[in-house]
Structures are given as structure tokens and as C-alpha cells.
């Protein structure tokens, strides 16, 4: 079957670093998408990972592992404005997205 | 601004209404999507239209019809729904199908009464 894990959700404190990870069983595999959802607004890009490794896009990064079906967003120097939703989504081989529930990700001061 | 347009932004019907809901991008994709997001679930792919072609059709209920004129415009037309239909209905596009950043809409939050 098709499965996407994230954590429902997490907290942190403002200038910290935090890890969100994703876990996934599909039939096939042809990237993985992050997105973040601010309350009320669209699901916004963040960030692609088709190979293995670390992609980095200033304060956020993501890294993929395809034998162990994992992915990681990393969000450094977090802001208030880092408080939403994260999506983890995967492409399976040319159909469109599945994407996990989501994270909810609250940064206090 | 995502360059993706969707109206209207919040629509309360009836069961027995017709109601459409519209979406319109102008980024130039050729691909474009309609999902369903229901609290505390995944977001639910619906339809998606390749150069004004449905080539996937995620299930969906009759009561559910999409329309797609152009790579520009896509139309999610209702008929007849139900309470449990009660959700935000996202459109997103793509350059292409496959490993292509989608961009959304803001969506349109339906409330059946």
C-alpha cells in the first residue's frame, strides 16, 4: 500500500533548529516534495529531492534517503514566521502528488 | 501571490444546489490539479488535466464533475453534495505532470449545509 508518516506536530522556540521527518512506503518513487501551509493560505514549494543527500536553500534543507524511504526538512534560525504546516508529498513515478497529513509546526519565544 | 487565482473564496450551499468552483492560473503550466483538504487528513488528489486532457480521476463521486477549457482554467462543477463534502478544494499547476513543483491556489472553503 501507499503510506507517508509525519509527526502531527512539534514545538520549538524562536532561533532553534528543528528536524521534521517523513517516512514513506509507495509503489514507486520519483521525488519528494516539501511544502509548507500557513493558516488559511496556499501550500507554498520548499523543496524537491529525487537522489540521495542533503539539499540546502538557506535556512531550510532537505535530505532523502531512498533505501530507507526517509526524508528530512531541517529549519535553522527559526522565526516566528516559520509557524504552519509542513507537507511532506511524494511523486510516484509521473502520476501526481500523495502527501503525508502534514506537521504543525509551532514556534513560540 | 502564487499566480494562481481560485473563486469564490468561501461558499455555503444546500444539498439540492449547483454551484461551480473556478480556478485560473497564469504561470504558463500545462498541468492542473483539484485536491481536496479535510481537517486532520492528507491532502486528497481529485482530478488532474495534462494539456486540457483528464488523465487521472482519483475516484471521485459523479456529484463531482471538472471542466477544463483551457491550460489556463479549471472549473470543479457540484451537484447534489453532501455534509461529509464540507472541505477547502485546492487547484494547483505544474509546468507538467510528474516531478514538477505544483502551485496552489488558496483554495475555496465549502461549507454544505
Known amino acids: 500500500g501507499q503510506n507517508i508518516d509525519q509527526p502531527t506536530e512539534m514545538t520549538a522556540t524562536e532561533g532553534a533548529i528543528v528536524q521534521i521527518n517523513c517516512t514513506y512506503q509507495?509503489?514507486?518513487?520519483?521525488?519528494l516534495f516539501w511544502y509548507q501551509q500557513h493558516a488559511g493560505e496556499a501550500p507554498t514549494f520548499l523543496s524537491y529531492?529525487?537522489?540521495?543527500g542533503l539539499e540546502e536553500k538557506g535556512r531550510f534543507s532537505s535530505f532523502l534517503s531512498r533505501s530507507k524511504g526517509y526524508s528530512y526538512l531541517l529549519l535553522k534560525e527559526l522565526q516566528m514566521k516559520d509557524s504552519a504546516s509542513y507537507l511532506c508529498?511524494?511523486?510516484?513515478?509521473?502520476?501526481?502528488?500523495?502527501f503525508g497529513k502534514g506537521t504543525t509546526l509551532s514556534v513560540s519565544s | 501571490e502564487t499566480g494562481v487565482t481560485q473563486t469564490p473564496r468561501h461558499l455555503v450551499m444546500g444539498m439540492t444546489n449547483k454551484k461551480s468552483l473556478k480556478c485560473e492560473q497564469h504561470?504558463?503550466?500545462?498541468?492542473m490539479y483539484w485536491y481536496k483538504q479535510s481537517a486532520k487528513k492528507p491532502l486528497e488528489l481529485m482530478f488532474v488535466y495534462n494539456f486540457k486532457e483528464q488523465t487521472e480521476n482519483n475516484s471521485v463521486p459523479s456529484r463531482f464533475s471538472p471542466e477544463c477549457p483551457n491550460s489556463s482554467h479549471l472549473f470543479l462543477h457540484l451537484h447534489t453534495l453532501q455534509p461529509e463534502d464540507s472541505a477547502l478544494y485546492l487547484c494547483a499547476s505544474s509546468q507538467m505532470t510528474g516531478n514538477q513543483p505544483q502551485h496552489f491556489g488558496d483554495g475555496t472553503r465549502l461549507s454544505i449545509l
Open positions: 509507495t509503489s514507486g518513487f520519483n521525488g
Open positions: 504561470l504558463g503550466h500545462n498541468a
Open positions: 529531492n529525487v537522489l540521495d
Open positions: 508529498a511524494v511523486n510516484q513515478a509521473g502520476t501526481a502528488l500523495i
